[in-house]
């Protein structure tokens, strides 16, 4: 299984962003698809997450209103359109899939490599 993310990249407050997570070696419409992020020193975060059907979706309150998660399940991938973005916006964003569409890591079995995003003030 690999979960390979792209988009990322360095980019002044207020300005958009989309991130995306192509997904190979699983039966991708069968999985919920999440957006997780990291900053330095900080514990891994939710961000977003998405059903396999593509019925719900949830967000965090740090992002919603701003950030909108998406699959093409003919693509076998998932994205995250980001804007207005914000200096603590900044982290490492991962993209996960897994068998419960939760905000918590433990309900995802796969994890990206992460792909970097900076927000500069």
């Known amino acids: 299984v690999q979960l390979v993310e792209s988009g990322g990249g360095l980019v002044q407050a207020g300005a958009s962003l989309r991130v995306s997570c192509a997904a190979s070696?699983?039966?991708?419409?069968?999985?919920?698809m999440a957006w997780f992020r990291q900053a330095p020193g900080k514990e891994r975060e939710f961000v977003a997450t998405?059903?396999?059907?593509?019925?719900?979706?949830e967000y965090a309150d740090s992002v919603k209103g701003r950030f909108t998660i998406s699959r093409d399940n003919a693509k076998n991938t998932v994205y995250l359109q980001m804007n207005s973005l914000k200096p603590e916006d900044t982290a490492v964003y991962y993209c996960?899939?897994?068998?419960?569409?939760?905000?918590?890591?433990?309900?995802?079995?796969?994890w990206g490599q992460g792909n970097q995003v900076t927000v500069s003030s």
């Open positions: 998405i059903t396999y059907s593509r019925e719900s979706t």
């Open positions: 070696g699983l039966v991708f419409s069968i999985y919920n």
């Open positions: 996960a899939a897994g068998g419960r569409p939760i905000r918590d890591i433990s309900g995802y079995n796969y």
